[in-house]
């Protein structure tokens, strides 16, 4: 299984102007913990809704890259959302669910997928044109390579160890967060 | 002039001219027969992205994103959808999203079905509790203005706005053929 802070690292070298949709808890610590960028979107809430805002963007903008970035925990809670992404087809939207098998922020209680909900069969029957499971981290480039590539929408679920890692805190004004993400959206 | 019958079934299409006015480019919802028109003529416009929904929550990060990538977006829901986005509201008021929501009331005047009345009787109550300013559209000749209104202070302030379709505007459901 993948160590979280590695393996996101690695995801997000040479990111270029991919906009990034990291959920909340552990999602968010580990984009901030790869470097701060104005292009994250964190989130601090809205459990379940980081694949939908992901899409809205994607959509609005075809001409850039986007990943969202949910733990298991918030893809599950959001699981009609492949579906609802399944059918609009975008080509630059990959789903990158970083999955522990557990509620990391309320006590690390197993999820679903430690009892082998598997996302990327899910993804697949929601008509996602690629799902892919990995667990070793010699995997993560081909991965990131998915994310600046095309072809419709992805998921890909990495198994990541169950960890306690310390806590990396972004920004948590939402009002910032946001302006700060569209001016650099909109910068030339 | 329209007549009172040419009123009654072209609302929606009052509702979508406001849309394409403000320029609304994604359009988000779980279908709802008091929608059907305003659904068709946004699918049919190749300006506007249709979004089908398996939950009304998920729309709310739609216009969430929408936002971030630079464009509008509308929600259109059933009283009971407002329910289901209770906590997924949170985030227009966190970030400051605008949002227009144009809510098909149930359980109200003439219901047939009992199990719309305990949603349909806070959904007001809820979008308040929830941030939103409502207002409520009682006839067909209300709709254009109030609508029209809506659009323009949700996108103006950045402001969660509901303009709720009474249950007497859009017709009880017939439940026999």
Known sequence: MLDRREFVQQLLLDRGDLLVVPGLGSATYDVAAAGDHPLNFYLWGAMGGTAMIALGLALARPDRRVVAIPGDGDMLMGLGSLATIGVKQPNNLVVVVLDNGRYGETGMQASHTDAGVDFAATALACRFRQALTITRIEEADAVRKLLHGGGGPTLVNAKIKPDDVPRVLPLRDGHAIKERFIAALNAA | ?177
């Open chain 2, 1 to 177: 002039m329209h007549t009172p019958t040419e009123l009654a079934t072209s609302w929606p299409d009052a509702i979508y001219a406001h849309f394409r006015r403000v320029g609304i480019r994604q359009v988000a919802y779980v279908p709802d027969a008091g929608h059907s028109r305003l659904i068709a003529l946004c699918q049919k416009d190749p300006q506007i992205t249709d979004v089908v929904l398996t939950t009304e929550e998920e729309g709310v990060g739609l216009v969430a994103g929408a936002a971030l990538g630079g464009q509008r977006a509308a929600l259109l829901m059933q009283s009971s959808g407002v329910g289901n986005c209770v906590n997924m509201f949170s985030l227009l008021r966190n970030c400051g999203f605008p949002c227009i929501a144009l809510v098909t009331m149930r359980g109200e005047f003439g219901e047939f079905n009992p199990w719309q009345l305990p949603m349909g009787a806070i959904t007001e109550d809820v979008l308040r509790l929830c941030g939103f300013l409502t207002y409520r559209v009682e006839s067909a000749d209300e709709v254009d203005e109030i609508v029209g209104a809506g659009c323009d202070m949700a996108f103006n302030g950045n402001l969660a706005i509901a303009v709720l379709l009474s249950q007497r505007l859009i017709g009880p459901k017939q439940w026999t053929r």
